[in-house]
C-alpha cells in the first residue's frame, strides 16, 4: 500500500468514484487514531479488491490473500501512526467512508520499528506476492516517480473509498484537505500520486494534477500525475 513500492511496500493505485457527487453528503474529514486503525484497514481491504494496480500483482479474490493484505495495510498505517505522516479519514454521517494515506518526506518513520514489525510477519508478506512475483518487480520499476520532481513533495500512497459509500463525494474531500495542508506549507511544491484507472486520471485531472507519465504493463496502466502548490515558493 504505502510509499509506491512493490514486495515489500504494497504498490496501490488509487480506489476512488467520485462520479455523480453528492453535495449533500455529510462528510467530516479527521485524522485515523489508533481506535479507527483497524476500521481503517477494512476500508482499504473493500476499496482496493477490484483497483487495477492491486489486482495485477496481488489475487484479491482469495480469502488468504486479503488476510494477508490487511496484516501488510495494518503494519504500514501503524508505523504512519506512530510517525505522525498524515492519516486521513472521511466519515460519512459517524461511518468510516474512506481513507487517505499520504507520505510527508519531512517526517522519518524509524527503521528498527519497522524492522520489529516486518519480519515476524515476513512469510506472510512473501506468500502474498510470490503468485505474480514477476508482475510484482515489473511494477516496481513501473512505479518509480519520474525525474525532475522539485522536492519536497507529499506522495498519496493511498486514497480508498469503501464500496458503500462511492460517488457520494468522499474522494474528493480527501484530496481537498490534503491540497489544503500541502497550501499550509510553503516549502512542499506538491503531491505526486499513481492511479492505474483512465477513469480515475480524469478526476485528479480536474483536481488540477498533470499526467507526467504512462507506463504499460499488459493489462494495466500506471499513471504518474502531479499537483504542483500555487503556495509553493520557488524563490
Same mark, same amino acid.
Not at 208 to 226: Q, S, W
Given at each position: 500500500?504505502?510509499? =509506491?513500492? /512493490?514486495?515489500?511496500?504494497?504498490?496501490?493505485?488509487?480506489?476512488?468514484?467520485?462520479?455523480?457527487?453528492?453535495?449533500?453528503?455529510?462528510?467530516?474529514?479527521?485524522?485515523?487514531?489508533?481506535?479507527?486503525?483497524?476500521?481503517?484497514?477494512?476500508?482499504? *481491504?473493500?476499496?482496493?479488491?477490484?483497483?487495477?494496480?492491486?489486482? @495485477?500483482?496481488?489475487?484479491? $479474490?482469495?480469502?488468504?490473500? *486479503?488476510?494477508? /493484505?490487511?496484516?501488510?495495510?495494518?503494519?504500514?498505517?501503524?508505523?504512519?501512526?506512530? =510517525?505522525?505522516?498524515?492519516?486521513?479519514?472521511?466519515?460519512?454521517?459517524?461511518?468510516? #467512508?474512506?481513507?487517505?494515506?499520504?507520505?510527508?518526506?519531512?517526517?522519518?518513520? &524509524?527503521?528498527?520499528?519497522?524492522?520489529?514489525?516486518?519480519?515476524?510477519?515476513?512469510?506472510?508478506?512473501?506468500?502474498?506476492?510470490? !503468485?505474480?512475483?514477476?508482475? =510484482?518487480?515489473?511494477?516496481?520499476? /513501473?512505479?518509480?516517480?519520474?525525474? $525532475?520532481?522539485?522536492? +519536497?513533495?507529499?506522495?498519496?500512497? /493511498?486514497? $480508498?473509498?469503501? !464500496?458503500?459509500?462511492?460517488?457520494?463525494?468522499?474522494?474528493?474531500?480527501?484530496?481537498?484537505? #490534503?491540497?489544503?495542508?500541502?497550501?499550509?506549507? +510553503?516549502?512542499? =511544491?506538491?503531491? @505526486? *500520486?499513481?492511479?492505474?484507472?483512465?477513469?480515475?486520471?480524469?478526476?485528479?485531472?480536474?483536481?488540477?494534477?498533470?499526467?507526467?507519465?504512462?507506463?504499460? *504493463?499488459? !493489462?494495466?496502466?500506471?499513471?504518474?500525475?502531479?499537483?504542483? &502548490? !500555487?503556495?509553493?515558493?520557488?524563490?
Amino acid at each position: 500500500m504505502v510509499e =509506491s513500492k /512493490a514486495i515489500m511496500s504494497q504498490a496501490k493505485g488509487m480506489s476512488v468514484d467520485d462520479s455523480g457527487v453528492n453535495a449533500e453528503a455529510a462528510l467530516e474529514i479527521v485524522e485515523i487514531t489508533p481506535e479507527l486503525k483497524e476500521r481503517a484497514v477494512t476500508v482499504l *481491504l473493500e476499496a482496493f479488491k477490484a483497483e487495477e494496480i492491486t489486482s @495485477y500483482q496481488i489475487d484479491m $479474490g482469495r480469502p488468504s490473500s *486479503l488476510r494477508r /493484505a490487511g496484516i501488510l495495510d495494518g503494519i504500514f498505517l501503524q508505523l504512519y501512526l506512530e =510517525s505522525g505522516r498524515p492519516l486521513l479519514a472521511a466519515l460519512d454521517n459517524g461511518q468510516l #467512508a474512506g481513507v487517505g494515506v499520504i507520505r510527508d518526506p519531512r517526517i522519518p518513520i &524509524s527503521k528498527r520499528r519497522a524492522t520489529s514489525l516486518f519480519i515476524p510477519n515476513l512469510p506472510q508478506i512473501a506468500a502474498l506476492y510470490a !503468485p505474480r512475483l514477476v508482475r =510484482s518487480l515489473r511494477l516496481l520499476a /513501473a512505479t518509480r516517480p519520474p525525474k $525532475g520532481l522539485i522536492k +519536497p513533495y507529499f506522495t498519496f500512497e /493511498a486514497l $480508498g473509498v469503501h !464500496p458503500d459509500h462511492q460517488g457520494k463525494g468522499v474522494g474528493m474531500a480527501l484530496m481537498r484537505k #490534503a491540497q489544503a495542508r500541502v497550501n499550509e506549507n +510553503p516549502e512542499i =511544491s506538491g503531491i @505526486y *500520486l499513481i492511479t492505474g484507472s483512465e477513469k480515475n486520471q480524469g478526476f485528479y485531472e480536474s483536481l488540477g494534477y498533470d499526467t507526467l507519465r504512462i507506463n504499460e *504493463l499488459g !493489462p494495466v496502466k500506471a499513471y504518474h500525475m502531479f499537483w504542483q &502548490s !500555487p503556495a509553493f515558493d520557488t524563490a
